[in-house]
């Protein structure tokens, strides 16, 4: 498994950007497909946004438009730039890699530990 770190999290107010950043360790990330999930307070965890090894991308109708994830493959790192935040986007966010199948998925096998957004009117 790889490991990773996420970084960039913090406070904003309404309509603010943040650029959450994951640096992984242990392998390279180049032959993985790459995910961010957030999960908010009492809420379940769901993912926002995600890239495959092959550029591939998919997200949440919650945040396209607003949200980008983007990989450096040499970095061995993953970012996900976050604009026009709103209330509702404060969570933790979570950093995640795994192995593609099927017709662009999926399946996460290693997570990072977590960066906090919170968002405020």
């Known amino acids: 498994q790889v490991q990773l770190v996420e970084s960039g999290g913090g406070s904003v107010q309404a309509g603010g950007s943040l650029r959450l950043s994951c640096v992984a360790s242990?392998?390279?990330?180049?032959?993985?497909?790459m995910g961010w999930f957030r999960q908010a307070p009492g809420k379940e965890r769901e993912g926002v946004a995600h890239i495959g090894s092959d550029g591939w991308l998919r997200y949440a109708d919650s945040v396209k438009g607003r949200f980008t994830i983007s990989r450096d493959n040499p970095k061995n790192a993953l970012y996900l730039q976050l604009n026009s935040l709103k209330p509702e986007d404060t969570a933790m966010y979570y950093c995640a890699a795994g192995v593609g199948y099927g017709d662009n998925w999926c399946g996460y096998n290693s997570w990072g530990q977590g960066t906090q957004v919170t968002v405020s009117s």
């Open positions: 242990g392998h390279t990330i180049s032959s993985y497909c």
